[in-house]
RNA sequence: GGGCCGAUAGCUCAGUCGGUAGAGCAACUGGCUUUUAACCAGUGGGUCGCAGGUUCGAGUCCUGCUCGGCUCACCA
């Protein structure tokens, strides 16, 4: 470690030795070539700095308008300038391309990270700044001297006056010119910017550099940085909803003795002083409802949960969550607040309630579908099997029927739905193809009747039942829930925290919102009997002595809370990760974590030792 | 973890049947005082991801490894 060179992270090359060399140049020329400030002037609003997008929103209004090609009239461009002339500014940012210099004079785009704005500087009247006196150099040439020592990606401080150029574009004629900061690195291409997906998230600095340089961008398409602006705006509008409506923003512990609140596998830790185990939290729920408990009425928490698990084009070890409590309310009252919430949301951080997602698009303004789970899967089971016809027999009485369920589950695992893809396919349906789906259909069913004594067995415990239910669900229906759609009715098995329904206790008051054939929220009606929540946690117990790693822990502490009582309350959870995913159409989650998780990078000085033998 | 695909100049990418490593951009030198993917002329730049193997000869074929992408399983 102690030998690690610069050079290792600085590679010695064509670029960089030149870029090394201009700096060196800049030192002879101007003194310290790292300087603490630059004040920027502040024409757009007083007491706000001018920055170069907020001056091209300004002025670029005196742009000529003129066609695609056309160039403005002399007497256009003269109209403009005589009150462009008149506004000196003072503006700083990156050189956002290899400028483009033409014997005595140069021109070069500046950027501020979101706009950029063109410099013109002219090697007859430009002035450099020493940065260490803080003066003009007046001796002739120095000026330009600067100029030609700057890089591509290099920062600079410039005051001169606004024009518009024979081509009409809006720009500022450079007076004097003061260097800011060098770019040792060469930054990417400026018109293809960075495709290596690995790079742009291990050096997210870069792509959101290269973003916003790149030249050559399609039509629509959000740049990396556009990208977590919204997703900063998604934040805010979600909270401004919750606030306007009475929540509370609450922190509750990221490290906990527990792992508690959800199925998952927890990082564990340990702590020195106390002589503990403790876990990075896989959810805040049971920590939410304690509040409840304690008096508050309407909480929220907006934050990281992490969970042990694979990592996955929609899967980051740590991830956002909105999970919120509603006192008084049931799962219904819940389902209409989410729906307005998140219309409401796209509205104002997408600014339309159109949403495109791959290749469908979403209108936010229709009221969501509300099916319940049996529904749901009697509705695909028909629109999936629709050319098979011992299919459409059945009907959605066999929906609420234990063995029916465990039978038709068998069935489906043996028929596979690989070779059999009617929606994908239903368009190019023939009668050949129709008989082969007959068959197959008719085999896999003789198939499954082979196994009844096994799935009778089985429709008669209510677990078993409820995973083959949740099996049907997921293979049939759950891709087939394109527009925004709630699904209620989750068979209680399955729903560990949350309350049974009133008129039919084998199912709970649960939903979960599904859009594109994914899920992205999850909500309920909260146990609030410590006696029942207690057995149910038992049952988790159980199922974890089984061996499911993911089954729930027996929570002793929230079961006293609970035992002080808990009014009735709704809850719900939002992944924040993916709601972003969906509002700025990116198809991995690793495009809107500004810094997702990925293997190590491993020096080259590892991997030079023998391979371990394991 | 399984399957499929990929890694070549700073960036984006070609590289045919196994026969001296290529282009555009970027860099460097010279020219050019309103350009805009500026232009014109010239120059330099490579551990072909890493380690083995086959071969007279490997960017190319084979094996292992590293990293990444997609996908399946688990999950939000």
Redesign the pocket.
Known sequence: MADQSIQDII?D???TR?RHE?LNSLRQLVGNVYPNKFTRSQVVEPGHEDTITAIGARFRAYEPTIAEGDKPTPEEIEKANQELNKVTVRLAGRIA??P??????A?VHLSDGAGRL?V?V???DVKAVNNDTGALIEEEGKGWELFGLL??GDFIGAEGYL?V?????L?VHVQTLQFLAKALL?L????????????R?RQRYVDLIAGSLK?DREEGELTPREVFERRSAIIRELRGYLEEHGYIEVETPMLTPLATG???KPFETYHNALGIPLYARIAPELYLKRLLVGGFEKVYELNRNF?N??I??????E?TMLEFYWAYADVNQMMDFCEEMIRTTVMKAVGDTKVRFGEHEFAFSQPFRRLSMREAIATSWRLRFQYCQSAVEIVDEWFDDGKRIAFLAQFLKLLGLASLDPVMEQAFIGAERQKYLNQEFAFAWENARTYQELTDSRGQQASAVAEDLLYLFEELAEPTLIQPTFIYDYPKPISPLSKASPTDPTVAERFELFIAGM?WA?GFSELNDPAEQFQRFNDQVQQRERGDE?AMVMDEDYIRALSYGMPPAAGIGI?I??FTMLLTNR????DVILFPH??PE?KREE?EDP?TSE
């Open positions: 590679p090359n064509d670029q030149a201009h391309a290899p483009r210099v033409m014997g005595k004079a021109f063109q013109y002219r090697k007859a890089d591509h024009f150029t024979r081509t009409g574009e720009s060469p990417p291409d400026k018109m293809h910017g960075i495709n290596d997906p690995e790079l998230q030249l959800a199925a998952a969970r698990e694979g996955s084009s929609r899967h980051n070890p991830f899920e999850n993911e992944g990760d993916r198809q991995s989650i690793r990925l293997r491993r991997t391979p």
